[in-house]
Structure formats: structure tokens, C-alpha cells
């Protein structure tokens, strides 16, 4: 039903802003993973050099989260 209210890409752009807005870190990879789908549709809203930057700079957040509670396990 709210589907019918709020167009999918809306809402996904929604989500996405709110995972960065609560820098929820873990959940990164998918804001990365959802840049590289909107700019497979649509390649010219970033020039690849900054669609890379961004892909890897989220990605590297991940990594670097995912060390450090590592390093602290051990």
C-alpha cells in the first residue's frame, strides 16, 4: 500500500540518506552498493572519478569499522 503513495526510488533515496544521517557505518555498503545502481542508470549525475571516490571512501568506512571491532575482539 505505501508503495502506491511513495514512488520506490523515493523511498530508497530515503533510507539510504537516513543510514548516512545516523552514520550507521555498517550499513554503508549498501548506500555504495545503491550509488552504483542509480548510476548504472543513470552514468551522467557523476563523472566516474567521483562515482569511484565515493564507492571506495564508503567502502573503505566499512573495512576500517569492521578492523577496528576486530582488534578489539582480540
Request: net charge positive; proline share 4%.
Amino acid at each position: 500500500y505505501l508503495r502506491l503513495l511513495v514512488p520506490p526510488l523515493q523511498l530508497m533515496t530515503a533510507s539510504m540518506w537516513q543510514v548516512l544521517r545516523k552514520h550507521d557505518v555498517m550499513n554503508y555498503w549498501k548506500v555504495a552498493e545503491f550509488v552504483s545502481l542509480v548510476m548504472d542508470i543513470v552514468p551522467e549525475l557523476l563523472i566516474y572519478k567521483h562515482r569511484t571516490q565515493l564507492n571506495l571512501g564508503l567502502r573503505a568506512r566499512v573495512s576500517t569499522k569492521l578492523l577496528t571491532q576486530w582488534l578489539k575482539i582480540r
